[in-house]
């Protein structure tokens, strides 16, 4: 069965740190990866998306992810974070022997101090 | 362009009374359509899936049920709710279903307190 692991729970950086989330799953096959974000009182959206091609995928707002088949990683990152990146952080994947499910983690809270 | 609606935003029950969330999509034709409850340290749990109209795959056992009477609508109800169907619902959409390549879309969201 597939699953996702997130290794933090809860970071805290001040601004202008860089930012690195782990993110690994489980599953053997073709998988698609996905990042999402939530911010403080809004819904949650995609942040950047891995489906082929270069494993390096940049998202929106400066962040990037490195799919590492060999690691079953998919690492979240950020060279230089802002007060307002603020907010929690989910990994999905979704293999092609999934049917229609989208594994999520359990998600990571990110508080960047001013 | 597409966007999804959910309502009520926030709502209290009393423990036993009946519940329903309501989620439409705009802008796009035969989405899949999810519900999620999101609880807090533990990710996003899968609790139905749609296809289609009146196609409801269940995940996970439960208190809850959903509907899809028209392409673009999906229903999340209860007839009787516990203490335990306290949480935050999303509703998402997506296109090219069952297959790699999907992206979802989410909603709003709900948040539900059953006192």
């Known amino acids: 069965a597939q699953s996702v692991s997130q290794h933090n729970h809860h970071v805290i950086l001040s601004e202008a740190a860089s930012l690195e989330l782990g993110c690994n799953y489980s599953?053997?096959?073709?998988?698609?990866l996905f990042w999402y974000v939530q911010y403080p009182g809004q819904h949650l959206q995609l942040l950047l998306k891995?489906?082929?091609?270069?494993?390096l995928v940049k998202g929106i707002k400066g962040f990037e992810a490195e799919f590492i088949k060999s690691k079953f990683s998919f690492n979240l990152r950020k060279p230089s974070v802002q007060w307002s990146d603020t907010a929690e952080y989910f990994c999905?994947?979704?293999?092609?022997?999934?049917?229609?499910?989208?594994?999520f983690g359990a998600g990571t809270r990110l508080f960047v101090k001013a | 362009s597409q966007t999804i609606h959910q309502w009520p935003a926030t709502l209290v029950q009393p423990v036993g009374s009946p519940l329903s969330l309501e989620c439409t999509v705009e802008?796009?034709?035969?989405?899949?359509l999810y519900w999620y409850r999101q609880a807090a340290g533990r990710g996003l749990q899968l609790l139905f899936y749609?296809?289609?109209?009146?196609?409801i795959s269940s995940e996970v056992p439960q208190n809850l049920s959903a509907s899809r009477p028209q392409d673009r609508q999906f229903i999340l109800s209860s007839k009787k709710l516990l203490l335990s169907d306290s949480g935050f619902y999303l509703c998402?959409?997506?296109?090219?279903?069952?297959?790699?390549?999907?992206?979802?879309?989410f909603g709003p969201g709900t948040r539900l307190l059953v006192l």
């Open positions: 998402a959409w997506s296109v090219s279903p069952g297959q790699l390549g999907e992206t979802q879309y």
């Open positions: 749609s296809v289609g109209i009146g196609q």
């Open positions: 599953y053997g096959g073709t998988v698609n």
């Open positions: 891995y489906f082929s091609g270069d494993p």
């Open positions: 802008g796009t034709s035969n989405p899949n």
């Open positions: 999905a994947v979704r293999g092609d022997g999934g049917g229609f499910k989208t594994i």
